[in-house]
T-cell receptor, first 112, second 111 residues
Framework: KAGVTQTPRYLIKTRGQQVTLSCSPI?????VSWYQQTPGQGLQFLFE???????NKGNFPGRFSGRQFSNSRSEMNVSTLELGDSALYLC???????????FGSGTRLTVV | QKEVEQNSGPLSVPEGAIASLNCTYS??????FFWYRQYSGKSPELIMF????GDKEDGRFTAQLNKASQYVSLLIRDSQPSDSATYLC???????????FGKGTHLIIQP
């Protein structure tokens, strides 16, 4: 059974650019959530999607957005990149929120 | 503001002993509790989840939940060097709120 797939694995962008990250959940999982992990702040919740609807959003600026498609695949977008956006971005999927999440390998974003 | 607190460690435990990891949370509305293990350079891996007060055992791992005291713990019996990792406690207040993570406890199992 394939796990959660995130692409790309690594990304280097320049300040002011925008970036789109992709996540394919485990087959049958309808809940997809995104997290940012940094050494200083740890893992922080960005947003969660369920059946194409955003159910909740963490405390991040509007530059961070996402969407989910009918096949449950999800994308997150960060516009006007800042140096502080450099982090590991993790996608996680679940059958339902309370069953625990399976994480993908993440996308390492470096903003220069 | 929902908070999840963990001792950052490092927590050093001899091989074969019991490792005890603790976590406290601030939101009394929290309903689901998770323990993740993260090896350096890897993504978090779900070890256990617990919803009800008491103990839940899975192999060498036991999760303990005390909602009145707002703490959850993870015991690892017969610790192995391969258990050396950062252990993350995560709490889900309500079904759609996402997980709030602690910053993790770095566990070192000494051979």
């Amino acid at each position: 059974k394939a796990g959660v797939t995130q692409t790309p694995r690594y990304l280097i962008k320049t300040r002011g650019q925008q970036v789109t990250l992709s996540c394919s959940p485990i087959s049958g999982h309808r809940s997809v959530s995104w997290y940012q992990q940094t050494p200083g702040q740890g893992l922080q919740f960005l947003f969660e999607y369920f059946s194409e609807t955003q159910r909740n959003k963490g405390n991040f600026p509007g530059r961070f957005s996402g969407r989910q498609f009918s096949n449950s695949r999800s994308e997150m977008n960060v516009s006007t990149l800042e140096l502080g956006d450099s982090a590991l971005y993790l996608c996680a999927s679940s059958l339902e929120s309370n069953y625990g999440y399976t994480f993908g390998s993440g996308t390492r974003l470096t903003v220069v | 503001q929902k908070e999840v607190e963990q001792n950052s460690g490092p927590l050093s435990v001899p091989e074969g002993a019991i490792a005890s990891l603790n976590c406290t949370y601030s939101d009394r509305g929290s309903q689901s509790f998770f323990w993740y293990r993260q090896y350096s350079g890897k993504s978090p891996e779900l070890i256990m989840f617990i919803y009800s007060n008491g103990d839940k055992e899975d192999g060498r791992f036991t999760a303990q939940l005390n909602k009145a005291s707002q703490y959850v713990s993870l015991l690892i019996r017969d610790s192995q060097p391969s258990d050396s990792a950062t252990y993350l406690c995560a709490v889900n207040a309500r079904g759609a709120d996402g997980l709030t993570f602690g910053k993790g406890t770095h566990l070192i199992i000494q051979p």
